[in-house]
């Protein structure tokens, strides 16, 4: 791994708009899979069609697709594991907001055990879709799109690179660096795939049990009402998902003074 150039990388894309036409063909291909996939399934009622296409925004939105669902899973279970899968490795693979729900909703309908299993896997699956797409087809839009931020990241890779894999791990366990942007941007400031795969799978295992533990909560909140158990939990898995954010900046100063020695 080396420092990149930014300027040199563009010039060494530049007019080549071939590979935007072809990452947009295989998201069109991927997207109308899905509806493919759709249009096989079961029928349902128009009601609960509206109720899934609406993508949602808080806990009220989550818990009618739960519902949904939920009646669905019964009837055809093997249908709701396969298009919960491709839709997340989907999301997953175009950066596309919406695994988090997905992770939440694994919990409600599948349990902790299989839920989990599947979120690692899938989210795993999908990162490292994305890690391909973005080094073989995406390199041009994130180098247009994301300069500051790709050089600000190198730096950090840089200082970091005789222990890339742990720096991956700890890239998932905290919040410095966006998800999505780690995806994008690690195949081109020269993370090794192998380290980026395991490391995506075991870092994002903490915040993957507690988004299952919150949809088996909302399982319960479903069918049993709001006790003071189900809140008292909710509230400590705000309490953990927020921890990182707290030592957020002392994180950041840490980084800063390490890549000051390393220089």
Not at 22 to 28: E, Q, R, T, Y
Request: glycine share 6%.
């Amino acid at each position: 791994m080396k420092d990149i150039d930014i300027k040199e990388l563009q010039e060494q894309i530049k007019g080549n708009t071939k590979s935007k036409y072809i990452l947009l063909l295989i998201f069109i291909v991927a997207l109308s899979l899905f509806f493919i996939l759709l249009s096989y399934s079961p029928q349902i009622s128009q009601e609960d069609k509206q109720n899934l296409i609406i993508f949602p925004r808080n806990v009220q939105d989550l818990r009618r697709i739960h519902s949904v669902i939920d009646r669905f899973n019964e009837e055809n279970p093997y249908f709701v594991l396969i298009s919960f899968c491709y839709l997340y490795v989907f999301l997953q693979s175009f950066a596309i907001p919406g695994p988090v729900f997905l992770s939440i909703l694994s919990g409600a309908l599948f349990g902790f055990i299989k839920g989990f299993i599947l979120v690692c896997l899938c989210a795993t699956t999908g990162a490292c879709c994305c890690y391909g797409l973005s080094y073989t087809l995406g390199r041009g839009i994130v180098l247009k799109y994301f300069p500051d931020l790709l050089v600000k990241f190198n730096k950090k890779v840089q200082a970091n690179k005789d222990n890339t894999f742990y720096y991956m791990l700890f890239l998932r366990l905290t919040p410095l660096v966006p998800n999505w942007f780690v995806n994008i941007s690690s195949p081109i400031v020269g993370i090794p795939i192998y380290h980026f795969c395991f490391g995506t799978l075991l870092g994002l295992m903490p915040l993957n049990i507690v988004h299952i533990n919150a949809g088996q909560t909302l399982s319960t909140l479903e069918k049993v009402g709001a006790s003071f158990q189900n809140i008292l939990w909710v509230a400590l898995l705000g309490f953990v998902a927020l921890i990182p954010t707290f030592f957020k900046k002392k994180i950041e100063k840490y980084e800063e003074e390490h890549l000051k020695k390393k220089q």
